[in-house]
């Protein structure tokens, strides 16, 4: 009888665990998903400050590690509302149109949250999206300058 209720406690946990791939997200989330770093990604290069806003949560940190490499490695922060004013300036004025890449990859989506890669070309930004009272919306960034040739 004890095994009997050992391997009933097995077999329900394993039933909870197959349940939760069923939560996976539909179509029209992964749309959104991508949609949103769009608006992150394109509103940044068309100085779209409206657009950037829409991508992202009001408590976002984007974060970069200066100097890894060094001896005293530094982390810069940025806010959603210096990323927006940043975009609002034309931050991206000095990338010219051939450097400027948007290729936007789900890495993974687990009910209410992904996350994404973004190829930018001069850098690489990984995202941490929420579902948010409906929408999806940035919550993190961590990124660094991709590699010169």
Do not use: C
């Not at 349940?19 to 949103?36: R, W």
């Not at 149109?97 to 001069?122: F, H, Q």
């Amino acid at each position: 009888m004890r095994k009997f209720r050992a391997m009933l406690a097995l077999l329900a946990a394993a039933a909870i665990v197959d349940a939760a791939p069923g939560a996976a997200q539909t179509a029209a989330d992964s749309s959104a998903i991508v949609a949103t770093a769009l608006d992150y990604i394109d509103g940044f290069y068309t100085s779209d400050a409206e657009r950037m806003e829409k991508a992202l949560h009001p408590d976002l940190a984007k974060r970069i590690v200066g100097d890894p490499a060094g001896p005293e490695s530094r982390l810069q922060n940025m806010t959603a509302d210096q990323l927006v004013q940043a975009t609002a300036s034309g931050g991206a004025a000095g990338i010219p149109d051939e450097a400027r890449k948007k290729d936007v990859t789900i890495l993974d989506i687990y009910n209410n949250i992904a996350s994404v890669r973004i190829d930018a070309g001069v850098w690489i930004d990984y995202l941490h999206v929420a579902r948010w009272n409906g929408e999806w919306k940035i919550m993190n960034v961590l990124w660094e300058m991709a590699p010169r040739d």
